[in-house]
């Protein structure tokens, strides 16, 4: 009996403790309009909290994968890489949200591929998926390369696609099976780079996928976003120097929505639609982009500073497609 | 009295056995054979049952009304992702509420529409007609509800009652039809309150919660009661001729007072929910349809000599609820509280209408004569067009 009141004693006090402490501690966070809120529940804020989410855009931003190089006798490169479809993966794809990702090797997007221009391409692709799948390249080359009439059966289903890498630009891949807008929106999709093989100038190079989902399947997007996570360059700004060349592979894969479109704060940029063509054809701080549509912009800041970006199709911007350039001074000979 | 204690103890064990298979069935189905009875995949289901627009901030109320636990992920408005803050914590239990506060400099009387969506990524919504301040209880806000609560119930009722030396002078059949009026009108209203409590039912309420089932329940129950009651109470107090007509004419009143409390708190929370400009013609249509209230009571202590200040009373007893109501509503409006007054004044409506008409029977010896019939479809006619106003 002793024993019993005991415990109800002890675990009362320990209960009503923390209880008392919840009540204490008391969360703040700060809105756009920089008012200040402070609770003592939870904080909902996809916006500002910088979160840590499966998927990597600042790794994603500036990974190109050139393959396993290695060349023909007739002293052609030939460049070899191997992308696994997946369509199990439940993913954190913004703060709290969990959705059933497709991926080609584990991410939305997908690995972007980068070649030069007459490289033989090899891709050897494996659908360790529960439905067929392709991949579908947008470029040049034979029919039975296009990955549409040869869906590769589900859980192991090999094909090999091979081709001569061409036209020069920034391309999309994606998966071509019926429904294929259900294969698109969740999430198989990349790009495909093709250089020229005069190298275009030394820059600090990024590649930006503007895409959406569709988390309650009502055909409308719930979330936008470059690169997959909502506002995730907003609280993870984007660092670069004053002076320095800077070159955007931007590819828009948003479904649902005709049009997307990227518009630079406090600079404008040169812009070569598609990548075909070494000449920019407009410059300008606004592009609009259709399904698919995709183009390299080069720009540089003179003055540093946090710049955003953004769509100017504002529904977007404020449900993810928004970031920020952290711009700096170079630190000019430093150490010489 | 061994015999008796023994089939005393196969009384209880007989009425006991039933109980522990149903429990037995339930462990079983809880348990070992979980699995067996799923069928598909059970969906998160929540429901914005509140929004209110304070300075600077929206505040939802949110429930989880679906058959599994709920985590909440994000706040927007008009579909646009807003940083927000949940109290007490994003988890929610089968059917517990939680404060959602999204920080939004909002405009009056524009529309707005809030939404949450879970971390499966499912979203819900509820749509604001016209954002208005919400209420802060405040002294001169009650004072402004007793005023309309007076103009609506009170005043109404008061003249409604003037008619009664005018039902004192007539005759028998004119007497009767008036009584029968009395029975259309009341008809009516116990309609109006059920009719009332489906449409905030399923506005505000989530099916999980049954409300229409809750609005039988109450009504029945309401109903039940208070035939029971007044039947004690008549049975009990030696009848005498004029004291029957007087506890009608009182329960007439406490029928019609729980309907003006579910009317006020009807009031009350279109003004604290912002979806009424409260019109003086909305207060006259409101004070022109409960001047028939008065009529309800008048009617069956017309033929009794009643002091003015019992009079008095029963039309306080009728009218002054509605200011209660409207604090009620406009201050801690809950959609369960509104139903639940309402379908109670639905119940005792029609419990009194049963007595009125049972009396007529017993002084007429049939129900199917001209001053009636003609009563009670005038009755239902007059409340018809007095709600129009409305």
Redesign the interface.
């Known amino acids: 009996m002793l024993m019993l009141t005991a415990i109800i004693g002890i675990s009362t006090i320990i209960v009503f403790t923390s209880f008392s402490e919840a009540q204490l501690e008391q ?1 703040t ?1 700060v ?1 756009h ?1 920089g ?1 200040i ?1 402070k ?11 910088a979160s840590t989410v499966e998927f990597d855009p600042m790794r994603y931003l500036r990974e190109f994968n050139y393959g396993r190089v290695s060349q023909l006798s007739d002293g052609t490169i030939l460049r070899e890489f191997t992308i696994i479809a997946e369509d199990n993966k439940i993913q954190e ?7 059933n990702v497709w991926t080609f090797n584990g991410t939305v997007p997908g690995p972007t591929i980068r070649v030069t221009e007459g490289d033989v391409v090899r891709i050897n692709f494996i659908n360790n998926g529960s439905k067929s799948h392709t991949i579908h390249f947008h470029g040049i080359h034979q029919a039975e390369m296009d990955g549409v009439f040869e869906p590769v059966g589900p859980s192991g289903g090999q094909f090999t696609y091979e081709f001569i890498a061409g036209p020069v630009g920034v391309h999309p891949y994606h998966c071509h099976v019926m429904p294929l807008e259900e294969h698109i929106v969740h999430g198989l999709y990349g790009v495909f780079i093709v250089d020229p093989k005069e190298a275009r100038p030394q820059a600090d190079e990024m590649v930006m996928v503007l895409n959406g ?1 569709d ?2 399947f009502d055909t409308e997007n ?1 979330f936008y976003a470059a690169n997959t996570i ?2 995730y360059y907003q609280h993870h700004p984007i660092q670069i120097s004053t002076g320095e060349l800077i070159r955007i592979y931007v590819v828009n894969m948003v479904e649902f929505d005709p049009i997307n479109n990227f518009h630079l704060h406090g600079n404008l940029y040169q812009y070569y639609p598609t990548g075909t063509s070494l000449v920019p054809s407009t410059f300008t701080d606004m592009i609009t982009l259709s399904q698919t549509e995709r183009g390299i912009m080069e720009f540089q800041y003179t003055y540093p500073g946090k710049y955003l970006f953004h769509a100017h199709k504002v ?1 977007f911007s ?3 497609w928004v970031g920020l350039f952290l711009v700096q001074e170079t630190k000019e000979s430093s150490g010489e | 009295m061994e015999e008796i204690k023994k089939s005393r103890i196969r009384l209880i064990a007989s009425g006991l056995i039933p109980f522990a298979f149903l429990i037995v069935m339930m462990l079983y189905l809880f348990g070992p054979s979980s699995g067996l009875l799923e069928f598909g995949v059970p969906l998160p289901e929540i429901t914005i049952e509140k929004v209110e627009f304070l300075e600077y901030e929206i505040h939802v109320t949110v429930r989880n009304t679906g058959p599994i636990p709920v985590v909440i992920a994000m706040a927007d408005v008009n579909d646009r992702i807003q940083p927000a803050a949940i109290e007490p914590d994003k988890f929610l239990e089968r059917f517990e509420s939680v404060l959602v506060r999204i920080p939004f400099s909002w405009n009056t009387s524009e529309p707005y529409t809030i939404g949450i969506t879970l971390d499966d990524g499912v979203r819900f919504e509820k749509f604001t007609e016209a954002a208005t301040p919400a209420i802060k209880s405040d002294y001169e806000l009650a004072g402004f509800f007793a005023i309309i609560g007076t103009y609506v119930g009170i005043i109404p009722v008061m003249i409604g009652l003037l008619w009664l030396p005018f039902i004192k002078r007539i005759g028998k059949n004119k007497y009767n039809f008036f009584l029968a009026l009395t029975v259309g009108l009341l008809f009516f209203l116990g309609i109006d309150a059920l009719l009332e409590g489906f449409e905030i039912s399923k506005e505000n309420i989530s099916a999980a919660f049954n409300g229409e089932l809750l609005i039988i329940t109450v009504t029945l129950l309401s109903f039940l009661g208070l035939y029971y009651s007044a039947e004690k109470l008549t049975s009990r107090t030696s009848l005498t001729a004029s004291s029957k007509p007087f506890a009608i004419g009182l329960m007439i009143a406490i029928g019609i007072g729980l309907h003006n409390l579910g009317e006020g708190l009807a009031i009350g929370a279109a003004i604290g929910l912002g979806q009424v400009a409260l019109s003086t013609f909305l207060i006259v249509g409101f004070a022109l349809h409960n001047t028939t209230e008065g009529i309800a009571i008048a009617s069956p202590i017309a033929k009794t000599k009643s002091p003015i200040f019992k009079i008095i009373i029963l039309g306080l007893i009728a009218g002054a609820p509605t200011i209660l109501g409207t604090w009620i509503g406009g201050f801690f409006y809950s959609p369960y509280t509104a139903i639940i007054f309402l379908s109670m004044g639905a119940g005792a409506i029609f419990q009194v209408m049963l007595i009125i008409l049972k009396w007529l029977y017993q002084s007429e010896q049939k129900l199917v004569q001209t001053s009636i019939v003609s009563g009670v479809g005038v009755g239902m006619l007059i409340m018809y067009i007095t709600s129009i106003l409305v």
């Open positions: 969360k966070f809105t309009s008012q809120i609770t003592s529940g939870d904080v909902l804020d996809p916006l500002y909290t794809i913004s703060p709290g949200v969990f959705y989902f988390t309650d719930n909502p506002f529904e404020e449900k993810g």
